[in-house]
């Protein structure tokens, strides 16, 4: 690891005493987790706020510091959506899935594939880590097709939403390699064909589907709400699949939130041992997870 360059954000008023507990605290769960993989879905607030950015950074570090193996996954909606305003095209989303011509697919490649996924490979770096920056194409990591969008209601019915993947499979070889020394993997949800043809593909789908391939510990997605909220607004902690069923049928959970809740419950199922949706406007939302009691969010039950 080089050395910091970037102060550390953690508020220097905490008294020495408080500071020693709070550090012996966080031991039994550096033990639980060491040399365990974490995937982590990037996303919301907290990629664009530049004090959670930097706070975000710290933690991934000092999660791979203790000796865990963050794997970064981002999205990046809003930087999208600006770049499409530029060219003076609208975002359009089916099921919470962005259509995806020919034109917003570039978009898609440039602004995650590299100013995104640059941005945060330089932010780890400044806080001290290892980064390395890598689509689905480096390694031959996401293969994708066009996702075949079935409709939410009428099962019969299909939405053609472009360049838009689904997963075909996985090959975590280059991840485990970058594991196994000391970097730390930021992935962009780009996949590509069996032509070499590009795929956009939704960033949860992907954080999921890698978390269940490399058989994660955790997977924890950071997104710009406290969690999942109930008809009222109320935050549900803990969600098992029928209720999550219920959610859906009755479109309290709709947007972004159904592709972020399909692959959580798919993880979960898979063998993932603890999924959280959590609250990135949190600073150290993810620290607080990993080595506290502390939740801030909706845990995903297999059953
Ligand atoms: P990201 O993928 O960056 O985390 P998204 O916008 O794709 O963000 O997904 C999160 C959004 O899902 C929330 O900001 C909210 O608008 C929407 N959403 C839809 N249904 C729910 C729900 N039941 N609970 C919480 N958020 C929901
Ligand atoms: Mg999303």
Redesign the pocket.
Same mark, same amino acid.
Request: proline letters at 3%; aromatic letters at 0%; a positive charge.
């Given at each position: 690891m080089t050395d910091h360059t970037a102060a550390p954000t953690v508020a220097p008023t905490v008294a020495p005493h408080d500071q020693a507990q709070i550090l012996a605290q966080a031991m039994p769960y550096i033990r639980k987790f060491h040399g365990k993989t974490l995937v982590i @879905?990037y =996303?919301?607030n907290a990629?664009t706020d530049p004090a959670l950015q930097q706070a975000f950074a710290e933690d991934v570090v000092l999660l791979k510091l203790v000796g865990m193996n963050p794997v970064v996954v981002h %999205?990046g %909606?809003p930087q999208i959506e600006t770049a499409l305003k530029r060219l003076g095209k609208k975002g359009e989303f089916i099921q =919470?899935m962005r259509v995806t011509d020919a034109e917003t697919m570039e978009v898609v490649e440039w602004v995650l594939g590299g100013e995104v996924q640059q941005d945060i490979v330089g932010m780890i770096n400044r806080a001290g880590g290892k980064a390395v920056g890598l689509t689905g194409r480096d390694g031959g990591l996401i293969r994708a097709k066009k996702l075949r969008l079935v409709d939410s209601q009428d099962p019969t019915k299909e939405h053609d939403v472009g360049q838009v993947g689904e997963i075909e499979s996985i090959d975590p070889s280059i991840l485990t390699c970058l594991q196994d020394d000391a970097f730390i993997p930021v992935v962009s949800p780009i996949g590509f064909g069996v032509n070499n043809e590009s795929y956009n593909i /939704?960033? #949860?789908v992907v954080a999921a589907k890698l978390a269940t391939v490399l058989q994660a510990e955790k997977l924890l997605? !950071?997104? /710009? &709400?406290? %969690?999942?909220? #109930?008809k009222q607004g109320e935050l !549900?902690t803990e969600l098992t699949p029928s209720r999550i069923d219920e !959610?859906c049928a009755d479109g309290? &959970?709709? =947007?972004?939130? &159904?592709? @972020?809740i399909a692959g959580a419950l798919d993880a979960a199922k898979s063998g993932v041992n603890a999924v959280h949706i959590i609250d990135?406007r949190v600073p150290h939302a993810m620290l607080l997870e990993v080595l506290s009691e502390q939740a801030f969010g909706t845990m995903i039950r297999s059953r």
């Open positions: @879905k =996303g919301g990629m %999205g %909606g =919470g /939704n960033a #949860d997605m !950071l997104t /710009n &709400i406290r %969690g999942v909220l #109930d !549900l !959610l309290t &959970i709709s =947007g972004g939130m &159904i592709p @972020k990135g």
